[in-house]
């Protein structure tokens, strides 16, 4: 099963609103990333936060993470039509020994109306 | 441009075919990770090759198997295709072994069809 559910499943907004979109994963965690993909093309890393910290900014994006409730959010301010794409979230566990693998959620389908 | 390079983009083949998918991760990563991406199952991880050895394995079928080459550059083989194998096959690598932060930095990917 999948260790990171994105909510909503897709969102639909116009441009200049705000887009928030939830991740909820199950174990624990080193670190949480928030990865981007334009249809049929490779993601794109776009932001990484680690256990012990609580809110991360980059740009137009702003991460938190609660880990007493094993949830990450995604915000998009100021959202542009070229920020339509999936986003998807993606979680490091151990797969056996002192190795890890990401898992990476479904998605959220982000839809920026002009 | 991530600076990984799949190839080939697209690949038509029939069921029973055998197929070699390559990756060349960008200069200076020794970590080269290979994903399955279809409309049911999502983005699964398949297996991970660090520096030339098997690092981290996930959902891969016995059917498909992978390495990575002194060079680094890696390929996947996967044979007896079945038609639910049609996905994207997505490379991506990064410094280090996951598990220390590492951003993994994704390939175009290789869109796979079988007929």
């Given at each position: 099963s999948q260790q990171g559910e994105e909510d909503p499943q897709a969102l639909s907004i116009q441009e200049g609103e705000n887009a928030t979109m939830n991740c909820s994963y199950k174990t624990s965690i080193n670190n949480l990333q928030?990865?981007?993909?334009?249809?049929?093309?490779?993601?794109?890393?776009l932001i990484l936060i680690r256990s012990n910290e609580r809110e991360k900014h980059s740009?137009?994006?702003?991460v938190t993470l609660d880990t007493s409730k094993k949830s990450s959010s995604l915000l998009i301010t100021a959202?542009?039509?070229?920020?339509?794409?999936?986003?998807?979230?993606?979680?490091?566990?151990?797969?056996?020994?002192?190795?890890?693998?990401?898992?990476?959620?479904?998605?959220?389908l982000l839809t920026v109306n002009p | 441009?991530?600076?990984?390079?799949?190839?080939?983009?697209?690949?038509?083949?029939?069921?029973?075919?055998?197929?070699?998918?390559?990756?060349?991760?960008?200069?200076?990563?020794?970590?080269?990770?290979?994903?399955?991406?279809?409309?049911?199952?999502?983005?699964?991880?398949?297996?991970?090759?660090?520096n030339g050895e098997e690092r981290a394995k996930g959902n891969i079928l016995e059917r498909f198997s992978a390495q990575q080459f002194p060079?680094?550059?890696?390929?996947?083989?996967?044979s007896s295709l079945e038609l639910g194998d049609s996905a994207l096959y997505f490379c991506a690598s990064s410094v280090g072994p996951a598990g220390?932060?590492?951003?993994?930095?994704?390939?175009?990917?290789?869109?796979l069809t079988v007929l």
């Open positions: 928030w990865y981007r993909q334009n249809s049929g093309r490779g993601l794109v890393h740009g137009r994006l702003r959202s542009r039509a070229a920020d339509t794409a999936s986003y998807f979230c993606a979680t490091d566990a151990e797969s056996g020994g002192s190795n890890y693998k990401l898992t990476f959620g479904k998605g959220t | 441009d991530s600076g990984v390079t799949q190839t080939p983009k697209h690949l038509i083949t029939a069921t029973g075919q055998r197929v070699t998918l390559r990756c060349s991760p960008r200069s200076g990563d020794l970590s080269v990770y290979w994903y399955q991406q279809s409309l049911d199952q999502g983005l699964q991880f398949l297996i991970q090759y660090y060079d680094l550059h890696s390929e996947l083989n996967l220390d932060g590492d951003t993994q930095y994704f390939g175009p990917g290789t869109r």
